[in-house]
């Protein structure tokens, strides 16, 4: 009878382990998500203000 406890613990064990994978995973990519989003706001926020014209004082004399 031992022996099965034994065996239920160690299978409880490992499936627990799997979750807190899974859940790290997850949120890995959750984050990395979340991080390419302000990369790519960032990005588009830097063409737009290269993209405003340049006023050269030189041009208007």
């Given at each position: 009878m031992t022996t099965g406890w034994i065996v239920v613990g160690v299978v409880a064990f490992w499936?627990?382990?799997?979750?807190?994978?899974?859940?790290?995973?997850?949120?890995?990519?959750r984050t990395a998500d979340i991080e390419d989003e302000a990369r790519r706001v960032r990005r588009d926020e830097c063409d737009v203000v290269e993209k405003e014209p340049h006023h050269d004082p030189e041009s208007a004399v």
């Open positions: 499936v627990l382990v799997a979750v807190m994978i899974g859940v790290w995973i997850g949120l890995a990519l």
